[in-house]
């Protein structure tokens, strides 16, 4: 179980997160929302240890993100960047298997190997595993990254905007295999999302943010209504009830 | 397997065509004939010039993977970071305070200033790094220009520019038995580089990445610099500054071969040695019987090289 204990975080003189005291559920897909700037990849990054809070602490499994071992903490869980760019040309098969680099610090075992080729299957990119990666789009390339931090084998897997620049087809599959992760290898994933719609479809539960403030959390039915999610985002949504599911319209 | 086959000949050919040039007459047919003063030319100048040239060359370019990888930035080298030129700086700063100063203790001298200075080049690469990718080797161009006018100025003060034109121009010819050794030094460092290869590979994805994945990023750039700096500083002190091969080298495997460290260390090293075997060859039959040194011809041909990869249109948009 994942908590944080009154986080702040301070650039320069801008307070971008303030006093974040929350306990995360597990084994469920769970959203990041809120408009550019709300704190939300701030907040993800001192959860995975990439920055420290200024204020605050995260506890992961009973223990301060501090105290972990850093190695040990990449045995339970995982964070990808926002559109992680490499000026590495390394192939598909080699970004994938350094996934298990924590597990095997090199030493690669016929387990590393399965779990490779498993993440690979799962991810459906088997056939582009002898590819370099600056030579795939934009979601190959994605999903390769995507298919590195499944074949960690981590039970907290933490993704900073996985659908950005994805057409419909991409993030759709995106999704449907997190929601995969979690029925199947009962992972516990936090995702920022910024389509509000995609959150409706496909997330079990939402952390939303505005100037720093985690302002409302719950499961998914429960935030997406019109006057939580206009605060959120300072425009007018109306949502509407589709096949049991809420869709949110906000085109003007 | 083939390919490795294949290198292997190629190596072998050119350390023959290494062994049987120069001005003592020495030739292949003759190998089983040969008098006292013949074996003595081929075991304390031949075989040791092509030893060295052999391991600086590889471990140069071993020294260039490292640095490319460790700044995210492949027009990074021990020449284009200004590394060779702290080296030099070092150098002459153990003569002038220990004019005695066995080699060893201008290796230590040459390690000591380059590593402070490589380690201020990252610092500003640091800061820079985000106007550009050019401005990193620009910058590491510039420091190495100023830290050489330094090197000069006190070399005139305390007239040693005699001394110092031997690291001024890398050069093979004053290699003999007995004042090279050192050089086999670099041959451990290029194991260590291959235990942490795919944490140089890692850490050249990004701080992110490389914390996501349970490595300490800080210290394995520490340990890559630490390798850099002992490979350069040990090539300075024993045959002079060998320009632009750990530039030039890595880039060209990868265009075959990609970035991952672990797969392309032996080609690295492997080309590394060629291209200086190759290059010293040339040196030797220009202007036979005279010699070149060979940081002029790889000046020239890495510079044109450089400028080739700098022109390069990226692989993806």
């Known amino acids: 179980m994942i908590s944080t204990e009154n986080i702040s975080k301070k650039y320069r003189s801008e307070l971008v997160l303030k006093g974040v005291s929350t306990i995360l559920p597990t084994g469920k897909i769970i959203a990041f929302i809120g408009s550019n700037g709300a704190g939300k990849s701030t907040l993800l990054n001192i959860i995975s240890r990439l920055i420290p809070p200024s204020e605050g602490s995260v506890v992961i499994d009973g223990k301060k993100t501090s105290l972990w071992n850093t190695g040990d903490l990449a045995k339970t869980l995982t964070i990808l960047g926002q559109s992680p760019q490499s000026e590495t040309r390394i192939t598909v098969k080699d970004l994938v298997s350094f996934g298990r680099f924590p597990h095997s610090n090199g030493e690669t075992t016929p387990d590393d190997e399965r779990a490779v080729a498993e993440a690979l299957n799962i991810t459906g990119i088997e056939t582009l595993k002898d590819r370099y990666i600056d030579e795939l789009s934009g979601g190959q390339r994605q999903m390769a990254y995507i298919a590195m931090s499944v074949a960690q084998d981590t039970k907290y897997i933490l993704l900073d905007e996985p659908l950005n620049n994805l057409d419909m087809g991409r993030s759709v599959k995106i999704m449907k295999l997190m929601q995969k992760l979690v029925k199947e290898k009962s992972k516990t994933i936090f995702v920022v999302v910024h389509d509000i719609n995609f959150v409706s479809f496909y997330a079990d539960y939402v952390l939303a943010l505005k100037d720093g403030i985690l302002k409302y959390q719950g499961e998914t039915e429960s935030i997406m209504r019109p006057e939580i999610l206009s605060d959120i985002y300072d425009i007018d949504i109306t949502v509407e009830n589709y096949r049991g599911k809420k869709i949110c319209i906000y085109y003007k | ?317």
């Open chain 2, 1 to 317: 397997m083939p390919a490795f086959f294949v290198q292997f000949i190629v190596l072998a050919m050119l350390a023959l065509c290494s062994l049987f040039i120069g001005v003592a007459d020495l030739s292949p047919s003759g190998i089983f004939r040969m008098n006292s003063e013949q074996i003595d030319i081929l075991s304390i100048s031949r075989i040791p010039r092509l030893c060295s040239v052999i391991v600086a060359g590889a471990s140069l370019s071993v020294a260039g993977l490292i640095m490319q990888r460790i700044t995210r930035n492949r027009f990074v080298s021990p020449t284009t970071a200004g590394t060779m030129e702290w080296c030099k700086l070092g150098v002459m700063a153990a003569i002038i305070c220990m004019p005695e100063a066995s080699s060893a203790m201008r290796v230590f001298g040459a390690f000591a200033v380059s590593l402070a200075g490589t380690f201020f080049f990252m610092a500003v690469a640091g800061k820079v790094q985000n106007r550009g990718i050019i401005l990193v080797p620009l910058v590491g161009i510039m420091m190495g220009g100023v830290v050489n006018a330094c090197s000069t100025f006190f070399a005139y003060k305390y007239d040693i520019i005699q001394n110092m034109a031997a690291w001024l121009q890398g050069n093979f010819s004053l290699v003999i038995a007995g004042n090279y050794e050192l050089l086999y030094f670099s041959v451990p460092l290029m194991f260590a580089a291959y235990f942490y290869a795919d944490r140089f590979t890692i850490a050249g994805m990004g701080k992110n990445t490389a914390t996501s994945l349970g490595l300490n990023y800080k210290s394995i750039v520490n340990i890559g610099l630490v390798l850099v700096t002992v490979i350069s500083s040990i090539t300075v002190v024993g045959v002079g500054n060998i320009p632009f091969v750990g530039l030039v080298v890595p880039n060209i495997i990868s265009i075959f071969k990609g970035d991952s460290v672990k797969n392309i260390l032996w080609d690295t090293a492997w080309f590394g040695a060629a291209l200086v075997l190759l290059c010293d060859i040339a040196c030797r039959v220009i202007i036979y019987p005279y010699e070149i040194p060979i940081g002029v011809v790889l000046s020239i041909i890495g510079s044109f090289i450089f400028l080739g990869l700098l022109t390069r249109k990226p692989r993806h948009a």
